[in-house]
T-cell receptor, first 117, second 115 residues
Framework: DSGVTQTPKHLITATGQRVTLRCSPR?????VYWYQQSLDQGLQFLIH???????AKGNILERFSAQQFPDLHSELNLSSLELGDSALYFC????????????????FGAGSRLTVL | AQKITQTQPGMFVQEKEAVTLDCTYD???????LFWYKQPSSGEMIFLIY??????QNATEGRYSLNFQKARKSANLVISASQLGDSAMYFC????????????FGTGTRLTIIP
């Protein structure tokens, strides 16, 4: 158990629907990152939050949104789902912000596997 | 922009042999960090080893070592005495020190250990 909790583990839904993926970071970690892993795109960075504030956006579609709450858990909302959104969605957490060459290792959750039919 | 290249889509190695997984990177930044992660068939991403660009010695963690050649921009992962449990996908990743704090991942290498 990495200490990063993601729910649900598996989700099957239909095109056009909306889902919410939830992430609880490791105790004490302030940063939360969301990644999408698909066969054709590999591991793609979506968004990063630090202590409740959005820090960076990657290749996140406008149909997707995220937030980090005061208790530091985060949610990724995916709407108007398409077949191509089927993927493994990872949440990762780290202690803080990267400083210099400090490791600030990302600890990943087990992922939420989304299947859009 | 940063880029990670892993040129070996798949590798087969006999159990107990050493294996080297290749990783080259491209960045104009002088300060950066390099990471290796393991993804078994169960799907989770497991951190293995980290190397900072200013670290003078190659990183080691148990059976894992990172062969860091800065001039060549390579950060190969070496696994000594491979075990059946080492069969997995392996990802090399990089983060630059200043700017976007994301990790940029390579496409991965699928390692299969043969008994």
């Amino acid at each position: 158990d990495s200490g990063v909790t993601q729910t649900p583990k598996h989700l099957i839904t239909a095109t056009g629907q909306r889902v919410t993926l939830r992430c609880s970071p490791r105790s004490g970690d302030l940063s939360v990152y969301w990644y999408q892993q698909s066969l054709d795109q590999g591991l793609q960075f979506l968004i990063h939050y630090y202590n409740g504030e959005e820090r960076a956006k990657g290749n996140i579609l406008e149909r997707f949104s995220a937030q980090q709450f005061p208790d530091l858990h985060s949610e990724l909302n995916l709407s108007s789902l398409e077949l191509g959104d089927s993927a493994l969605y990872f949440c990762a957490s780290s202690p803080g912000r990267a400083r210099g060459t400090g490791a600030n290792v990302l600890t990943f959750g087990a992922g939420s596997r989304l299947t859009v039919l | 922009a940063q880029k990670i290249t892993q040129t070996q889509p798949g590798m087969f190695v006999q159990e107990k042999e050493a294996v080297t997984l290749d990783c080259t990177y491209d960045t104009s930044d002088q300060s950066y960090g390099l990471f290796w992660y393991k993804q078994p068939s169960s799907g989770e991403m497991i951190f293995l080893i980290y190397q900072g660009s200013y670290d003078e010695q190659n990183a080691t963690e148990g059976r894992y070592s990172l062969n860091f050649q800065k001039a060549r921009k390579s950060a190969n992962l070496v696994i000594s005495a491979s075990q059946l449990g080492d069969s997995a996908m392996y990802f090399c990743a990089m983060r630059v020190a200043f700017g976007n704090e994301k990790l940029t991942f390579g496409t991965g290498t699928r390692l299969t250990i043969i008994p």
